[in-house]
């Protein structure tokens, strides 16, 4: 498996590099955003913030514009809640703040690499249709009524984690280790955003109704729009 490395610190990233070798990773490695840009080779990607061209929330930005499904990872001194929801937000599948230990870091590549299909590749090619709604990973689509809708990363993540169980309450823990990753030590106000803004783009807000003090339950997504009245078991 091939890694991007982005970091300026020789100090840091060197015996980065020579860990990741070790462990059997295929490392490539930048000092600017510039260089990470221009990177042809793919990979997950660990990010610093800090970069001495341009910011590394920024860079996040673009390398997730460009590729949806790319893993990144973001490292970084910065350990405040905001940063932490700028990076989020930005399209990073996890945040880890430095000084981190070496275990830590392959842990989190392994978890992250699971979560976006490397482990797990046959379950997120499926495509779930519910109704009038359409969830497509692999290809990274969401249809409603034939329309596509335009998602980040997290929203689709997010949706496709209650489209798996339609009816069903997810609880908002899973919601978060589902999507963010077991190690996410973020505001929990993070998922109330993605929630509201998944809403808005669906165009049916009522979709996604919240189970107070439980979770999150993907409701009646049928062809008519009627609401179905069947009782719906909660885990």
Same mark, same amino acid.
């Given at each position: 498996?091939?890694?991007?490395?982005?970091?300026?610190?020789?100090?840091?990233?060197?015996?980065?590099?020579?860990?990741?070798?070790? @462990?059997?990773?295929?490392?490539?490695?930048?000092?600017?955003?510039?260089?990470?840009?221009?990177?042809?080779?793919?990979?997950?990607?660990?990010?610093?913030?800090?970069?001495?061209?341009?910011?590394?929330?920024?860079?996040?930005?673009? *390398?997730?514009?460009?590729?949806?499904?790319?893993?990144?990872?973001?490292?970084?001194?910065?350990?405040?809640?905001?940063?932490?929801?700028?990076?989020?937000?930005?399209?990073?599948?996890?945040?880890?703040?430095?000084?981190?230990?070496?275990?830590?870091?392959?842990?989190?590549?392994?978890?992250?690499?699971?979560?976006?299909?490397?482990?797990?590749?046959?379950?997120?090619?499926?495509?779930?249709?519910?109704?009038?709604?359409?969830?497509?990973?692999?290809?990274?689509?969401?249809?409603?009524?034939?329309?596509?809708?335009?998602?980040?990363?997290?929203?689709?993540? *997010?949706?496709?984690?209650?489209?798996?169980?339609?009816?069903?309450?997810?609880?908002? @823990?899973?919601?978060?280790?589902?999507?963010?990753?077991?190690?996410?030590?973020?505001?929990?106000?993070?998922?109330?955003?993605?929630?509201?803004?998944?809403?808005?783009?669906?165009? @049916?807000?009522?979709?996604?109704?919240?189970?107070?003090?439980?979770?999150?339950?993907?409701?009646?997504?049928?062809?008519?729009?009627?609401?179905? @009245?069947?009782?719906?078991?909660?885990?």
């Amino acid at each position: 498996m091939r890694l991007l490395l982005i970091e300026d610190d020789r100090g840091i990233a060197e015996p980065l590099v020579e860990g990741l070798h070790a @462990h059997g990773y295929e490392v490539g490695w930048v000092t600017t955003g510039g260089e990470a840009l221009e990177d042809q080779g793919g990979g997950l990607v660990l990010l610093d913030l800090g970069l001495p061209d341009l910011d590394g929330t920024e860079v996040c930005r673009r *390398l997730r514009a460009r590729d949806a499904n790319r893993p990144i990872i973001v490292i970084t001194a910065r350990g405040e809640e905001d940063d932490r929801v700028r990076g989020l937000d930005a399209g990073a599948d996890d945040y880890l703040v430095k000084p981190f230990g070496f275990r830590e870091l392959t842990a989190r590549i392994r978890a992250v690499t699971r979560r976006v299909g490397g482990d797990n590749a046959g379950e997120d090619v499926r495509v779930q249709q519910l109704g009038r709604l359409v969830v497509d990973r692999s290809a990274h689509r969401v249809l409603v009524d034939g329309r596509e809708v335009a998602l980040t990363p997290k929203e689709l993540q *997010l949706l496709a984690a209650l489209a798996e169980r339609p009816g069903r309450v997810v609880n908002r @823990h899973v919601v978060f280790e589902r999507v963010w990753g077991p190690h996410f030590y973020g505001p929990t106000k993070t998922l109330d955003v993605h929630v509201a803004s998944l809403r808005r783009k669906l165009g @049916h807000p009522e979709w996604i109704e919240t189970i107070r003090n439980v979770g999150l339950r993907l409701g009646d997504t049928g062809t008519d729009g009627a609401p179905d @009245h069947a009782p719906s078991p909660r885990d």
